[in-house]
Nanobody, 125 residues
């Protein structure tokens, strides 16, 4: 019922910045939380950031240490992940996800109902 499409990934040098977008379509009216996860080769998919549908509340993985910022546009159908000070260890496929249930957490894969196909972010010189 909800389709999510990530965009904005690419190749960036260490210390650079990227802004990822996640466009939501379909039956988005029940969405409570939008999240970002990433998965590097051979590793488990890990939580990056999340934002409430209203855009008023955000939550970040401790490991980001303030480098990433999640936001939402005025139409409330697209979320963004601003990534600054990128490091090689940030290299991964980045996925957006949508939760349409109340009472869930923010940082677990099982908290979300819909997933995009991901966009590749590569940080290398």
């Amino acid at each position: 019922q909800v389709q999510l499409v990530e965009s904005g990934g690419g190749l960036v040098q260490p210390g650079g910045s990227l802004r990822l977008s996640c466009a939501a379509s379909g039956r988005t009216f029940r969405t409570k939380i939008m999240g970002w996860f990433r998965q590097a080769p051979g590793k488990e998919r890990e939580f990056v950031a999340a934002i409430s549908w209203s855009g008023d509340i955000t939550y970040y993985a401790d490991s980001l240490k303030g480098r990433f910022t999640c936001s939402k546009d005025n139409a409330k159908n697209t979320v963004y992940l601003q990534m600054n000070g990128l490091k090689p260890e940030d290299t991964a496929v980045y996925y957006c996800a949508a939760s349409q249930r109340r009472g869930t957490g923010w940082s677990e894969k099982t908290d979300y109902d819909y997933w995009g196909q991901g966009t590749q972010v590569t940080v290398s010189s």
